[in-house]
């Protein structure tokens, strides 16, 4: 508890009336429960309670102490629950980050249906270029990249999601009908600047 375990101790007695009563709500010894409101007393310079016999009876200071008190276990509990509910917001975050034709066509559909299944989960999502992804990756400011290639990096896991089909477009002037890979040297092409995992497979 965020008031700390003395305060928790000592509105356990002056909820249950008794000390032996509060040790079966805090389910520890009478020794350690009248040692913590002893404790309490020594360092707040009162008596919190007055001992009659078995029975016990709240002082004014342990009056005002068990009102203020109260209040403190509450606004506590709030900020546990508080607390806990943005840990949960953190967890179910996911940092993303994609190439440019990732980010353009294949992401969007992907996370589309994947936040249909899981609603809770929260995306941030980065567009970078191949190298800046790995490089953010492995400081571990991503938690996965998606990009137009295998990775040849042992510091990383890779695996292949889909297959893309890389499809070949020229002017009908200037290309014939059919080409062969081995004569694309002679023909001017075009390259997506933005997008050097493509750029990488079609050399390759």
Known sequence: MIIGKKMEIFLAVARAGSFSAATKV?????????????????????SLFER????I????????????????????????ELIADESQKVANRIYLAGDALTCAYTLPW??????????SVVFSYQHLDTEELIEKLLDEELDIALVGHEVKNRKVHSQQCYLDEIVLVGHPKLMPDSINVKELPNYPIGW???DKGLNMRVTQ
């Open 26 to 46: 805090l389910s520890i010894s009478q020794s350690v429960v009248s040692h913590h409101i002893e404790d309490l007393e020594k360092e707040l310079g009162v």
């Open 52 to 55: 009659r016999g078995r029975s």
């Open 57 to 80: 009876k709240l002082t004014e200071e342990g009056e005002v102490l068990y009102e203020r008190g109260q209040k403190l276990q509450l606004e506590a509990k709030r900020v546990e």
């Open 110 to 119: 992907n996370l589309a249906a994947f936040r249909s299944e899981h609603p």
């Open 192 to 194: 997506i600047n933005s």
